[in-house]
């Protein structure tokens, strides 16, 4: 059993690297400027494909690592630059209130996406320097701490507020501009293609 779970644990860390990994890129690509008409569904989507990796982390056992101490990774990843085209990004829309612990008090703060979503990759990258020094239950409980302690909660507040601008961008449009889009598409479906 031994080594079945050690290679549940191999596959589960790199799964989640993978995932960490595509999740960065997204970020970065989008921060840098790429793909601004598209913004909003791909951070949800890459959001949202994180969820499915966190949860895992959540659900399973408690990792513990072999060592009692921490390796040290070198110096964090350094995602000001993220961050702010993030915030650019997003601009007139990053700012957002919650309610902080939903079991444990009913207190509005405020938050910005752009924060959350930083924040996340910061804790995402910080376990795949574990993971590419060869530390991969290392990367793992850093991960799943990680991932119960703040990037988990970082990132479900940030999914909310993306799914609920993407809605109201869809959802909220004149009616005119949609049965336009609409009528487009649907001639452009009844076009016979070119041979």
Do not use: K
Request: hydrophobic share 45%; aromatic share 6%.
């Amino acid at each position: 059993m031994g080594e079945s779970m050690d290679r549940q644990l191999t596959e589960l860390a790199e799964d989640t690297a993978r995932e960490a990994g595509t999740y960065l890129v997204t970020l970065r690509e989008l921060a840098s400027g790429g793909a601004p008409d598209t913004a909003l569904p791909l951070l949800l989507l890459a959001s949202t494909q994180l969820h499915a990796a966190g949860a895992r982390l959540g659900a399973m056992v408690d990792v513990v690592p072999h060592e009692q101490f921490e390796a040290d990774t070198g110096p964090d990843a350094n995602l000001e630059g993220v961050r702010n085209g993030l915030h650019d990004l997003l601009a007139g829309v990053d700012e957002y209130v919650e309610v902080e612990d939903p079991v444990l008090s009913g207190e509005v703060v405020r938050g910005l996406v752009s924060d959350d979503l930083t924040q996340v990759a910061s804790d995402l990258a910080h376990g795949l320097h574990h993971y590419e020094a060869g530390r991969c239950q290392e990367a793992l409980w850093w991960w799943q701490f990680s991932y119960l302690s703040t990037w988990g909660e970082r990132l479900a507040a940030a999914t909310r507020v993306l799914h609920s601008l993407l809605a109201h961008v869809r959802l909220d449009a004149d009616a005119e501009t949609v049965m336009e889009a609409e009528m487009a598409a649907l001639h452009a479906e009844a076009e016979p293609d070119p041979v």
